[in-house]
Nanobody
């Protein structure tokens, strides 16, 4: 079993910054990629940013130049700068890879609320 524990959400004014973190733990053999997704009420979950084990990153067009994803072992961070009200959402961490024993892993965190409002 794998646990993804997210932290760092909260309320911030437009133009402000937040840093989200997600730590993976459990019976993990390897993690090939980690990502942040977000979801607002009535909408589908969407990819915000992803990072592979070797380092390449990918960002949604809406956050390019403002958000930075980084990874330190089994922890992934999302630095969010110049936040806008439209960034308000529940942010979810995702990890894909393999459990010990070679079983594929695709796990989600519980979500953390980010609210951008004056």
């Amino acid at each position: 079993q794998v646990q993804l524990v997210e932290s760092g959400g909260g309320l911030v004014q437009p133009g402000g910054s937040l840093r989200l973190s997600c730590a993976a733990s459990g019976s993990i053999r390897s993690i090939s990629a980690m990502a942040w997704h977000r979801q607002t009420p009535g909408n589908q979950r969407e990819l915000v940013a992803g990072i592979t084990a070797s380092g390449p990153t990918d960002y949604a067009d809406a956050v390019k130049g403002r958000f930075t994803i980084s990874r330190d072992g089994a922890t992934v961070h999302l630095q969010m700068n110049n936040l806008k009200p439209e960034d308000t959402a529940v942010y979810y961490c995702n990890a894909v890879g393999y459990y010990e024993g070679g079983i594929p892993l695709n796990s989600w965190g519980q979500g953390t609320q980010v609210t951008v409002s004056s």
